[in-house]
């Protein structure tokens, strides 16, 4: 770039309306800022301006102006005028690289200051000796917009008094509106985090969300910390546990409904929240050796390390210590600041094109989890304490890799100060995001990773990007040195059937690469060195279930029936229409759940009427003549709609789920019903109603089903059952039955409203199980109310794929079992072994057990597993 000639306009110009004047900022003597010692601001890379040797360590406002951007370190100041000029104040040269030391801001981002405040104030002797230089530079950043006039000659300026520089705008600059200027009030509002992990990362996000529709800026208090609610990493950084008081004031025209909006995020804790407390809390001890299965365990001659199981399975293989090699960009820009700060846009904007198509493919697998990790990326990637910190480094001749890196290690340090294991995690979120963007800046290691066709992958931890670009065909296994079972690369190992250790310690690196090891994920153990004989076994137990699957596969076209002639429907619980064929491939009669929470997550809008018929139609194509059963839209609790905009619930389990979502936005539930009815052949759909607790509210949704069935002149009758998974449901089954045509029964909901425990909450997995006698109970209780008036039941819940589970459903009277597709072998194979009879009564033996520890021990002596 040319250098500015400065030898013109060095004289004063009177000022013209519409002018701009500045004063001086800082007292001193002026340079010329061709003299700055600095490429970036002498060649004009930050735009025209002038320099200053201070010899005061206060800056004071140049102008009237809003705080658009206040440098983390304190060293720099932009303000924006009423007519729209950028006025850039950097403080010495070099000077981001004193990481605040010896500067004190005195004003915060967003503020309305007049001509002469304080802004800054600054430590002379400190900087002096730290910095590379003092001379300090005005610049401004929009300089396409407006030409510097006049500004101050040679000479010692005054600040806050001295005319420095006149800026005129140009012709083809736009001023600001009239009236731009916000009407700045306070609003402040103190709360008590109640929930687990405190100020996470995803009551952050929420809360940072939720202010963007109001004009004010806002800020979360803690202690003698702040951080703005845009930075959902400077969220985190407060620190603010469970029990934490926290203060929320907000600045503007909206300030108090912005911070009520905010309170109201950070009040609530959505379901599946829980999700991110700490690994160590919620990841089971890892069991002894001693537990291990004969099959898989390891021979006294092997060497064990010990972890916790993220993922369940049994691999063989060879040890590959995965990891990229350390990338490390060159520090000076190649080009212009601009050519590095487009360079830097680009690759973010990449990054989050993947991480938006990532979403949605997840979502379309119906991974929620992975779904929802991708979306936290997001949201990270455009967080501004790392956007703004990079883009300081840039203006300071840094490369845009350099400049990303260092800006992504400095937030993990920050986050390395504060005692949450939560953070951790979130850390390794962050050098996600470091890889990403780097590999679009073009840094990144591509050299080509051929692995061995059973491997076992190492590593301190692994990211979502690290699985996402394996290839999971020659994966076995993933073992971790540190990590926890609820990290974001723990769960799509879980989604993708890959075994995982986590928290194995840092004996995982003196393994070799190339060591032939035995995972027992289930068991907690990585065996290193094994015997051959442990090899052997652990071979022959795999090669074993695959056997069995595989019989299983060749009979799953066949109908299931017990020995004794008693009939039972295997169904398919779906999501996709990848998933109906996964179905009809592995035999299912039908699919007895499609889940249509899908279609409504992760969009902006509500789907249409024909979106929502053209959707069910493909999947009923797809089933080439087997029924469906579609449940209405169930959201609330563990899965939230963006867009519904639902009041704040201290308890989503308990308030506007499935039907009653209706008393809210009847609108959402009309036009899947519409869609609904329309789809050929009459028949292919039955309709299923979740969240139903009387009798009063299946016959008003009948009658608007049958409303919207007439509008389309359609005269078939259509099959509407009821989902049995609230406890009045169940024992008011006699009442529905005389309105719905059959029943499924949801065990999972079933299950978290009959024992008072959460299901989302990892800590109470092992108890909330749906074989309590209290469960099985209403099973009998729902079934008993159907036979009554000749009207079928099914389960749908977890508990129809649990083998230990399936001889009692179906003593119980249960005559449909929909499980995930790849089960649907399996189920119908158990089902070809049981004998009826028995069932009926060992079920009922069961009845009167006193815990699901018990039934369970009875099933297995009864019906034992393969």
């Not at 006049?150 to 509106?177: C, D, H, K, Q």
């Not at 365990?297 to 916790?308: D, E, H, I, M, P």
């Not at 990590?483 to 879980?494: V, Y």
């Not at 209706?662 to 036009?671: E, K, N």
Request: proline share 5%; aromatic share 2%.
């Amino acid at each position: 770039m040319e250098r500015i000639l400065e030898s013109r306009l060095m004289n004063p110009v009177e000022p013209a309306a519409g002018d701009v004047v500045l004063v001086s900022p800082l007292t001193g003597p002026v340079v010329p800022l061709a003299d700055v010692p600095d490429p970036v601001f002498s060649e004009g890379m930050f735009g025209d301006g002038i320099g200053i040797d201070p010899l005061v360590g206060r800056l004071v406002a140049p102008c009237d102006g809003i705080v658009m951007h206040l440098a983390r370190t304190g060293h720099a100041v932009t303000l924006q005028t009423a007519e729209g000029a950028q006025v850039l104040v950097h403080i010495g040269i070099d000077t981001v690289e004193l990481h605040g030391n010896g500067f004190k801001p005195k004003v915060a981002q967003g503020a309305h200051v007049h001509r002469g405040d304080l802004l800054i104030e600054f430590d002379l002797d400190v900087v002096a000796c730290e910095a590379r230089s003092l001379i300090s530079v005005v610049a401004i950043a929009n300089s396409e917009a407006f030409d510097v006039i006049s500004r101050a000659p040679a000479g010692n300026v005054e600040a806050g008094v001295t005319p420095l520089l006149v800026l005129r705008p140009r012709a083809s600059a736009e001023p600001a509106a009239d009236g731009a200027w916000p009407v700045v009030t306070e609003a402040r509002k103190s709360v008590t985090l109640a929930h687990a992990g405190g100020l996470h990362a995803r009551p952050a996000a929420r809360a940072r969300q939720a202010v963007r529709a109001f004009d004010a800026r806002v800020e979360v208090r803690f202690g003698e910390h702040k951080a703005a609610i845009e930075s959902v990493v400077g969220l985190l950084a407060l620190g603010a546990g469970e029990g934490a008081t926290i203060e929320v004031v907000g600045m503007g025209h909206d300030a108090q409904q912005a911070v009520d909006a905010v309170v109201n995020e950070l009040m609530r804790e959505a379901p599946g929240e829980t999700g991110e407390a700490p690994a160590r809390q919620l990841s089971p001890a890892p069991r002894a050796a001693a537990s291990a299965s004969p099959a898989t365990a390891a021979s006294a001659g092997a060497r064990t390390l010990v972890g916790v199981c993220a993922a369940p399975g049994v691999a063989v293989g060879t040890l590959v210590h995965w990891g990229d090699a350390e990338i490390v960009p060159p520090e000076l820009a190649s080009g212009s600041l601009s050519a590095e700060s487009r360079a830097l846009d680009k690759a973010i904007a990449a990054v989050d094109a993947e991480l938006n198509s990532a979403v949605r493919a997840a979502s379309q697998r119906g991974a929620i989890g992975e779904a929802g990790i991708f979306t936290m990326h997001r949201v990270l990637l455009e967080d501004p304490t790392l956007v703004d910190a990079a883009r300081d480094l840039i203006s300071l001749g840094k490369s845009a890799g350099f400049a990303w890196r260092e800006a992504i290690r400095a937030q993990i340090a920050v986050l390395g100060k504060v005692e949450d294991p939560l953070l951790a995690e979130r850390a390794a979120d962050l050098r996600d995001l470091e890889k990403r963007v780097l590999r679009l800046l073009g840094y990144a290691n591509t050299a080509v990773r051929t692995l061995p066709d059973e491997a076992v992958l190492a590593a301190d931890e692994f990211t979502p990007s690290d699985l996402a670009t394996l290839d999971r065909k020659r994966v076995t296994a993933l073992v971790m040195a540190r990590g926890g079972a609820t990290s974001h690369a723990a769960i799509i190992a879980r989604q993708a059937g890959i075994a995982a250790l986590v928290a194995v310690g840092d004996a995982l690196r003196t393994i070799p690469d190339g060591t032939q090891v035995v995972v027992n994920a289930g068991e907690g153990q990585l065996a290193y060195a094994p015997s051959a004989l442990d090899i052997e076994h652990a071979r022959s137990e795999r090669q074993r279930l695959e056997g069995v699957r595989e019989a299983n596969r060749r009979t799953s076209q066949e109908a299931a029936t017990t020995r004794d002639a008693r009939a039972i429907e295997v169904a398919a619980n779906i999501a996709t229409l990848d998933d109906a064929n996964a179905a009809v491939d592995n035999g299912a009669d039908g699919v007895g759940l499609l889940r249509t929470e899908l279609m409504f997550i992760h969009r902006q809008a509500a789907p249409s009427v024909e979106e929502h018929r053209q959707s069910y139609q493909a999947i009923v194509d797809a089933l080439a003549g087997r029924t469906a059963i579609i449940r209405t839209l169930d959201v609330g609790a563990d899965k939230e709609v963006d867009y519904l905009t639902l009041p704040p619930e201290q308890n989503p389990a308990l308030g506007l789920r499935g039907v009653r979502l209706a008393q809210v936005r009847p609108d959402l539930l009309d036009d899947q019903l519409r869609g609904l009815v329309a789809v050929r052949p009459a028949g292919a759909v039955r309709i299923l109603l979740p969240m139903v607790t009387d009798v009063g509210e299946l016959v008003r949704l009948r009658a608007r089903i049958d409303n919207f069935a007439c509008e389309l002149g359609r005269t078939e009758p259509i099959e509407v059952g009821v989902m049995i998974e609230v406890p009045s449901a169940a024992l008011l089954a006699d009442q529905l039955a005389q309105h719905a045509d059959f029943f499924s029964i949801g065990t999972n909901d079933l299950t978290q409203y009959t024992l008072a425990m959460d299901r989302c909450q990892p800590d109470l997995a092992a108890q909330a199980d749906g074989l309590h006698p209290a469960v099985l109970r209403l099973v009998a209780a729902a079934v008993q109310g159907a036979e009554k008036h000749g009207k079928w039941v099914g389960v749908c819940g977890a508990l129809a794929g649990d083998p230990l589970a399936v001889p009692l459903l179906v003593g119980l009277g249960v005559t449909e079992l929909s499980v995930d597709p790849v089960s649907v072998p399996t189920i119908k194979a158990r089902v070809r072994n049981l004998d009826w009879q028995q069932c009926r009564q060992r079920a009922q033996d069961a009845l009167a057990l006193e815990s699901a520890q018990a039934v369970r021990a009875l099933s297995t002596a009864v019906w034992p597993l393969d």
